[in-house]
């Protein structure tokens, strides 16, 4: 260490280049970045469940997951709300089905107009007035750019360009599988011993949809939508009174994990006819946007707050323009390497990564704070020593030290690189990383810093030389000393009961994977979520997969029978706690085809008595089977292709504005299993899968993940410390304030109902990670001060004062940059942030006091410190306050042993 020292002091302006251009390069790789919520992230991807998930998505497609728009309007049954409404479907269907000769003459006609020169933008609009699709989307990218009339200049033309081109790949992309609405439903119908599929409103020869006009059409309209009971919550909502209220357009998506860019676009186009219609958006496609929303927001707005904050501890520790300006330039480094660095390397930022940068600002700048105490404790040696030869001695010594506590603090991190979700795992490697970096910047920069700033006594030094009265840190440290050598039983006593306690909540803690629980209950996305549960039944679903046994099975009364049996069951209102609002199957279907072909008789909607009617209408009836898999498309979602196995999808809802959660959903799981295993033949088998069973999947992989992951951080961070101190007392010991974090944090969350979920399972290795820093600069200057000849009780007031001063403004630095997240929309972020404020307020209370009580309490004898410095002849002078000094005589402290 003592050879890089002394080159960043031989070449500071070479140093500053040289780390101001790495942070430009990493920092050209921020833009790059991306945000990703979705749930392969928090699932291991060799899960056999999530295997299986991912086969049955594959046969029936990704139908348990949505988006699902309510539809409105005033008046509902009027023609321009129809209009409306079939113009929403037209901009939705475009991503659909890829014509590419349309699109590629659009695309030129759309270069021509734009390369003529200046465009007025309701000139372009009405050329494409023959297209109003296309109209419409070129007013829609404009819009979004704030552009609505005037013309357009080059800037205008090549954004414009740019968010057509975009718009066109993302057609291509066919990413929408499906859409189900009343404008384009097919329904069953039976004539001349016929079954076949006919539309609830016809199209033209050119495919226009020919709309209700006169109350009559709206009349006859309304008689087709309930003549299927099928439809009822599915397509439209009635009240009380069994009117029609609400449409819902339901659109599902090809590949649930490349939904992003569609279900952002939905979200765009919807916008667009808030003014027309109301439309109520909802489905766990769109909850991924707006979590990405909230994060990218929050991002951009909590960041430089946290910096600021930080920055503003530094000026109360220090009062100098260099105690500011050099620690948070070390921030502001650390922060565009890490982000940067993930942006290059495609590393998408997830709803446990946006925490990084505040994770790196909050732990860097313990070390900025420790740098620069050492520089202001051995500024008068530095003087007397020379500038270079002085800052090479005091900047060797905290440099080991502070690549000591970040090596702790590193493998704390990278401990979580065995977790076996992916979304923690990454979070552990690249907070690691970060730490490297922050120690590396940190151990380079603030010392090419000071070498070209001048070396003079600055307001802070003054003040602390000329102030021997005590502070107010003072007084606390005092406060504390004296709880731990003259209460230090009392203090043990508390601390034990406290642990009892906190163990007691620890056990009442709930494990939570829900995504909306990450909102607060007024926010709109979970009012929306409530709204759409109690129109259509839920905003999204799992499967139940029955197996007949044997091919064709599925066409046996017997076996629908028991899928019926099922379906009354789960929706049945005594089974209200298994938050089923509707279900979807095969049996539909056949159900329809009883009736067409019993004259629509609604008495007929129901399953045939005889397996030959079943056959005999499956050979009847005629529809589109565009992938020749032996099924009808508008069967795919429901059976197999062996018509062996039926899906069962069951939508969710929230009642009552409470959240399902994961614990919910466990047990409508387990109700759904018991029951089958009761009443399902035996020839019969199931299994359930769908997106719920994945949060369940990913709540377990945290309790086992944080099980794992204490064990294995406080194992190596033990061995760690052992290995530094080279003394197994110390190394037990130093357990101590990390366990008592660790404690608090999962009592509190316990007795105050807070749940573990993605964010707060990694409270407990930050916890110990930071801690453990504390508690290795207690310990190695507590053991210099008890080589140097002093009882217990004075080595610990000395150490209080020593380390615990940098020690307070490090717990306060990270204190309030967590505390910022408080003011996030973001509940996963502000739980985060409290819970993190709390537990470094408690590793603080343990490092100092409870750490130094335990030593009086134990009577334990520590060897001496190991000394990292290569300089032990050489002495400074500290001036203690009046409740330390003896006759106002100033500490003698060996420089390099202590800080």
């Not at 900047?395 to 702790?408: E, R």
Request: proline letters at 4%.
């Amino acid at each position: 260490m003592d050879r890089y020292i002394t080159f960043v002091l031989k070449h500071p302006v070479w140093i500053l280049v040289c780390f101001i251009g790495i942070t430009i390069g990493l920092g050209l790789g921020i833009p790059k970045l991306t945000f990703d919520t979705s749930i392969s992230k928090f699932l291991p991807e060799t899960d056999p469940e999530y295997l299986y998930y991912n086969k049955v998505k594959d046969v029936y497609g990704d139908v348990d997951t949505f988006v699902i728009l309510s539809i409105t309007g005033d008046p509902l049954w009027g023609a321009k709300t129809f209009s409306d409404m079939d113009a929403l479907l037209t901009d939705i269907e475009a991503y659909e089905t890829y014509r590419a000769d349309k699109e590629t003459a659009r695309l030129a006609k759309l270069d021509q107009l734009l390369a003529a020169g200046p465009v007025n933008v309701a000139d372009l609009l009405f050329q494409f007035s023959d297209d109003p699709e296309f109209a419409r989307m070129i007013s829609r990218k404009l819009r979004t750019k704030g552009i609505t009339d005037g013309t357009l200049d080059s800037r205008d033309v090549r954004n414009l360009k740019k968010a057509i081109h975009t718009v066109n790949v993302l057609k291509q992309k066919e990413s929408i599988d499906d859409i189900i609405s009343p404008l384009d439903i097919e329904d069953v119908t039976g004539q001349d011993d016929t079954l076949a599929t006919v539309r609830l409103i016809e199209t033209d020869a050119s495919g226009k949809r020919l709309l209700p006009q006169t109350p009559a059409d709206f009349a006859a309209f309304t008689r087709k939508l309930k003549r299927n009971p099928a439809f009822e919550r599915g397509i439209y909502a009635t009240d009380e009174q069994g009117n029609i209220t609400d449409f819902g357009f339901i659109i599902r998506f090809k590949e649930m994990s490349d939904s992003d860019s569609i279900a952002r676009e939905i979200l765009e186009i919807v916008d667009t006819y808030k003014n027309r219609l109301h439309i109520l958006p909802q489905g766990q496609p769109l909850v991924y946007v707006w979590i990405n929303n909230y994060m990218q927001n929050d991002l951009a707005r909590l960041v430089p707050l946290v910096l600021l904050v930080t920055m503003f501890i530094f000026f109360l520790n220090f009062r100098s323009l260099r105690g500011v300006l050099l620690p948070s330039a070390t921030l502001l480094m650390g922060t565009c390497w890490i982000l940067g660095l993930m942006g290059h390397l495609g590393v998408a930022i997830t709803t446990v990564g946006i925490s990084i940068p505040i994770l790196m600002i909050a732990v860097g700048s313990s070390y900025g704070i420790h740098i620069l105490n050492q520089y202001y404790a051995d500024f008068d040696y530095i003087t007397r020593q020379g500038e270079f030869e002085g800052l090479r001695h005091s900047m060797n010594h905290i440099s080991i030290t502070v690549l000591l506590t970040g090596l702790t603090t590193f493998v704390a991190f990278l401990t979580l690189a065995s977790h076996r979700l992916s979304v923690i795992r990454e979070w552990g490697i690249f907070s690691a990383i970060g730490i490297v970096f922050a120690v590396w910047i940190s151990a380079s920069v603030i010392p090419a810093g000071l070498v070209l700033m001048s070396h003079k006594k600055d307001r802070y030094l003054l003040n602390r030389k000329n102030n021997s009265s005590s502070t107010y840190m003072d007084h606390f440290i005092r406060g504390m000393s004296s709880l731990s050598i003259h209460y230090y039983k009392p203090t043990m006593l508390f601390v034990v009961l406290l642990m009892a306690v906190c163990l007691v909540g620890l056990f009442r803690i709930q494990v939570e994977t829900e995504l909306l629980s990450y909102f607060r209950a007024d926010n709109p996305i979970r009012t929306s979520a409530v709204d759409i549960s109690k129109k259509f039944g839920g905003r999204w679903g799992f499967n139940i997969l029955l197996n007949s046994g044997e091919p064709d099975g599925v066409k046996d009364p017997e076996f629908l029978k028991s899928i019926a049996d099922l379906r009354s069951w789960l929706t049945s209102s005594e089974n209200a706690d298994l938050h089923v609002g509707r279900t979807d199957a095969f049996n539909d279907h056949i159900n329809t085809m009883h009736m067409a072909m019993n004259n629509d008789d609604p008495e007929f909607y129901m399953l045939p008595e005889s397996k030959w009617d079943i056959l005999d209408y499956l050979e009847l009836f005629t529809a589109e089977d565009a992938d020749s898999d032996g099924r009808a498309d508008i069967f795919e979602p429901y059976v197999n292709p062996q018509f062996q196995t039926c899906n069962i999808l069951a939508r969710l809802c929230e009642k009552d504005g409470q959240l399902i959660g994961t614990s919910g959903l466990k047990h409508i799981f387990e109700r759904i299993r018991i029951q089958l295993n009761q009443t399902l033949p035996p020839e019969y088998t199931y299994k359930i899968t769908g997106h719920p069973l994945m949060i369940i999947k990913s709540a377990d992989y945290i309790i086992y993940g944080q099980i794992q992951s204490l064990l294995l951080t406080l194992l190596v961070i033990g061995i760690v410390v052992l290995i530094l101190l080279k003394n197994l007392k110390a190394g037990l010991l130093a357990l101590i304030p990390m366990s008592v974090g660790v404690i608090i944090n999962f009592g509190i969350m316990g007795w105050f109902s807070i749940n573990l979920d993605i964010a707060t399972s990694l409270i407990a290795a930050i916890t110990i990670g930071i801690g453990v820093d504390d508690t290795i600069h207690f310990l190695n200057t507590f053991r210099f001060y008890r080589k140097s000849g002093l009882d217990v009780d004075t080595a610990i007031e000395r150490t209080q004062f020593v380390a615990g001063k940098a020690i307070l403004f490090t717990s306060l630095a990270l204190i309030f940059g967590f505390s910022v997240l408080g003011i996030s929309t973001f509940k996963p972020l502000i739980l985060f942030g409290l819970l993190m404020g709390i537990t470094m307020i408690a590793t603080t209370f343990g490092a100092l006091v409870v750490l130094p009580a335990a030593i009086k309490l134990t009577g334990v004898q520590l060897v001496p410190a190991v000394s990292f410095s290569p300089y032990r002849r050489t002495f400074m002078r500290i001036p203690l306050p009046a409740f330390l000094s003896r006759n106002q005589n100033p500490l003698t402290i060996e420089s390099g042993e202590a800080e």
